[in-house]
């Protein structure tokens, strides 16, 4: 009978040891299930956060384009407006010659007329002169 009892307290033994055994592995299983959800947070979290990063590096790509873009369009304002401040400025320079050539003609006619009227004037006073020779003759 005590061999018995020592036999069953050995199995109880071993049964409590291994119940204790399961018990520990349950128990790392647990936290190795907790790690593992854990690093799962982190992998989404970090996947998130790259996702941030590319779409704000992003952003701010497309903000320097627009900013490029706005540049060269107040460039190319300004070039069109010193296009057309040249061609005004050559439009004037025309003109002015223009003018320029109109006040040299005006004033070459003004003599061509004051010469005529000279020749004219010498004219008559040579035909005077000859009237007044035949008179006296």
């Known amino acids: 009978q005590q061999r018995l009892e ?10 409590a040891e291994r119940a204790e055994q399961l018990r520990l592995e349950a128990e790392r ?5 907790l790690e593992a959800q854990r690093a799962e947070q982190l ?11 590319l779409e704000a590096q992003r952003a701010e790509q497309l903000r320097l384009e627009a900013e490029r ?3 060269l369009r107040l460039e190319a304002e ?11 400025t050559e439009q004037l320079r025309l003109e002015a010659e223009r003018a320029e050539q109109l006040r040299l003609e005006a004033e070459r006619a003004e003599q061509e007329r004051l010469e005529a009227e000279r020749a ?10 000859e ?6 003759e």
């Open 43 to 53: 992998r989404l979290e970090a996947e998130r956060a790259e996702k941030q990063r």
């Open 6 to 15: 020592a036999q069953r307290a050995e199995q109880l033994r071993l049964e």
């Open 29 to 33: 299983a647990e936290q190795l299930r």
């Open 131 to 136: 009237q007044l020779r035949l008179e006296a």
């Open 78 to 88: 300004r070039a069109e407006q010193q296009r057309l401040e040249a061609q005004r």
């Open 69 to 71: 873009a706005e540049q």
């Open 120 to 129: 004219e004037q010498q004219r008559l006073e040579a035909q005077r002169a």
